[in-house]
């Protein structure tokens, strides 16, 4: 099992940033994918940002130019530089570790508020 603790969020105004952090435990694989999710009240989780073991990355394109996801593998953590932050990220981020199928496994996630 993996157990993944998430830390970061909090209160930013539009156009400011946060770093959030991903500290991942347990029995890890060093071929897993990581990445972040993003879930808005009332709304579906859906994907913000990924990056494989050869540090590939794949972004939803409301973020692209303005996120940037990166991983320690030395600390097991991925971060997500988020600036330029606008209303539309707020929402409760949740990371995500994805070894193979039936290996797949979600933080508590940590809550962003972007005020205008």
């Known amino acids: 099992q993996v157990r993944l603790v998430e830390s970061g969020g909090g209160l930013v105004q539009a156009g400011g940033s946060l770093r959030l952090s991903c500290v991942a435990s347990?029995?890890?694989?060093?071929?897993?994918?990581m990445g972040w999710y993003r879930q808005a009240p009332g709304e579906q989780r859906d994907l913000v940002a990924t990056i494989n073991s050869g540090s590939n990355t794949n972004y939803a394109d409301s973020v692209k130019g303005r996120f940037t996801i990166s991983r320690d593998d030395a600390k097991d953590t991925v971060y997500l530089q988020m600036d330029s932050l606008k209303p539309d990220d707020t929402g409760v981020y949740y990371c995500?570790?994805?070894?193979?199928?039936?290996?797949?496994?979600w933080g508590r996630g940590t809550r962003v508020t972007v005020s205008s």
């Open positions: 995500n570790y994805n070894y193979m199928l039936g290996y797949n496994y």
């Open positions: 347990g029995r890890l694989f060093a071929t897993a994918t």
